[in-house]
């Protein structure tokens, strides 16, 4: 089975910056981040696919988050910048069996998360 781990949540200041990492135990597809807040339903983030090349965003982070990947180290980035307290929740990395969608019925993979907070 694939193993994904977050990393890089934390708490920071509005206007702050955080980059997250998705270290994945093998060869991933495509690589979805989803974030979840209190009493809110989880919502897609970002998605990369395999080769990097084809990225999609969620209007509300696009023009201040960016996603990447190194394939070399297994590992999927998710760059924030200009966070506002909207941002903060659980963030998760998932991927798919295969295929470079990441559409979340079909993402098989889910790591355990990692909190961001954004707050003054």
Same mark, same amino acid.
């Given at each position: 089975?694939?193993?994904?781990?977050?990393?890089?949540?934390?708490?920071?200041?509005?206007?702050?910056?955080?980059?997250?990492?998705?270290?994945?135990?093998?060869?991933?597809?495509?690589?979805?981040?989803?974030?979840?807040?209190?009493?809110?339903? @989880?919502? &897609?983030?970002? %998605?990369?696919? #395999?080769?990097?090349?084809?990225?999609?965003?969620?209007?509300? /982070?696009?023009?201040?988050?960016?996603?990447?990947?190194?394939?070399?180290?297994?590992?999927?980035?998710?760059?924030?910048?200009?966070?506002?307290?909207?941002?903060?929740?659980?963030?998760?990395?998932?991927?798919? @069996?295969? &295929?470079?969608? %990441?559409?979340? #019925?079909?993402?098989?993979?889910?790591?355990?998360?990692?909190? /961001?907070?954004?707050?003054?």
């Amino acid at each position: 089975q694939l193993q994904l781990v977050e990393s890089g949540g934390g708490l920071v200041q509005p206007g702050g910056s955080l980059r997250l990492s998705c270290a994945a135990s093998g060869f991933t597809y495509a690589i979805g981040w989803f974030r979840q807040a209190p009493g809110k339903e @989880r919502e &897609g983030v970002a %998605c990369i696919d #395999s080769s990097g090349i084809s990225t999609d965003y969620a209007d509300s /982070v696009k023009g201040r988050f960016t996603i990447s990947r190194d394939n070399a180290k297994n590992t999927v980035y998710l760059q924030m910048n200009s966070l506002e307290p909207e941002d903060t929740g659980v963030y998760y990395c998932a991927a798919p @069996r295969y &295929g470079s969608g %990441c559409h979340e #019925s079909l993402l098989a993979y889910w790591g355990h998360g990692t909190q /961001v907070t954004v707050s003054s």
